[in-house]
Nanobody, 116 residues
Framework: QVQLVESGGGLVQAGGSLRLSCAAS????????MGWYRQAPGKQRESVAD???????NYADSVKGRFTISRDNAKNTLYLQMNSLKPEDTAVYYC??????????WGQGTQVTVSS
């Protein structure tokens, strides 16, 4: 079984930075893709950024130039460096692992709150 554990969320002022981490354990096969999603109160969960095991990345337009996704395949860890945070970035952030077999796993989420 696969487990994903996020950490690094918290409260930060607008303009500040946070770094999220997601540690994956279990039967993780390559190739795969990992990503960060977020869900604000009353809104649908949305994709923030994703990265393949080969290093290809995609970003939502709303975070381009401010967020950077990366991964350490040796440690099975995913990161999201978030700079120039805005109040509208406030949400619960979830880590997702997509295996090309079709299996999808989610972490429990970590709260990010940006105050104005």
């Amino acid at each position: 079984q696969v487990q994903l554990v996020e950490s690094g969320g918290g409260l930060v002022q607008a303009g500040g930075s946070l770094r999220l981490s997601c540690a994956a354990s279990g039967s993780i096969f390559s190739p795969n893709a990992m990503g960060w999603y977020r869900q604000a109160p009353g809104k649908q969960r949305e994709s923030v950024a994703d990265i393949t095991s080969g290093g290809s990345t995609n970003y939502a337009d709303s975070v381009k130039g401010r967020f950077t996704i990366s991964r350490d395949n040796a440690k099975n860890t995913l990161y999201l460096q978030m700079n120039s945070l805005k109040p509208e970035d406030t949400a619960v952030y979830y880590c997702r692992l997509f295996l090309y077999s079709g299996a999808i796993y989610w972490g429990q989420g970590t709260q990010v709150t940006v105050s104005s």
